[in-house]
């Protein structure tokens, strides 16, 4: 199973950008999706995340300006972030919580992460 991530890149505050993260390989269902970020010398956090049946939740901090969306069918998950600030900037990790074919569990798998970087 992998998941790759798209869509990073170098944003002046106020502007957009949209990252997309898909899965694949031998994927029997797939839970929650969801973003985190890194910023230098600070932990991971969450940023947004959706169930498969489309509820999603937010870091209070983005509430209003980011909008987390999934398209089933493709095994992707979307990043729509706008108004973004210098305080957006990190690596952002897309995140699926996914049950492989023939295996019994769900398990959380990690894509590589995206640099955002938003100048002020």
């Known amino acids: 199973v992998q998941l790759q991530a798209s869509g990073g890149g170098l944003v002046q505050a106020g502007g957009s950008l949209r990252l997309a993260c898909a899965a694949s390989?031998?994927?029997?269902?797939?839970?929650?999706m969801g973003w985190y970020r890194q910023a230098p010398g600070k932990q991971r956090e969450l940023v947004a995340a959706?169930?498969?049946?489309?509820?999603?939740n937010y870091a209070d901090s983005v509430k209003g300006r980011f909008t987390i969306s999934r398209d089933n069918a493709k095994n992707t998950v979307y990043l729509q972030m706008n108004s973004l600030r210098p305080e957006d900037t990190g690596v952002y990790y897309c995140?699926?919580?996914?049950?492989?074919?023939?295996?019994?569990?769900?398990?959380?798998?990690w894509g590589q992460g995206t640099q955002v970087t938003v100048s002020s």
């Open positions: 390989g031998s994927i029997f269902s797939i839970a929650a």
């Open positions: 959706v169930s498969n049946g489309g509820r999603t």
């Open positions: 995140n699926a919580d996914l049950k492989r074919v023939l295996v019994d569990d769900y398990s959380q798998y």
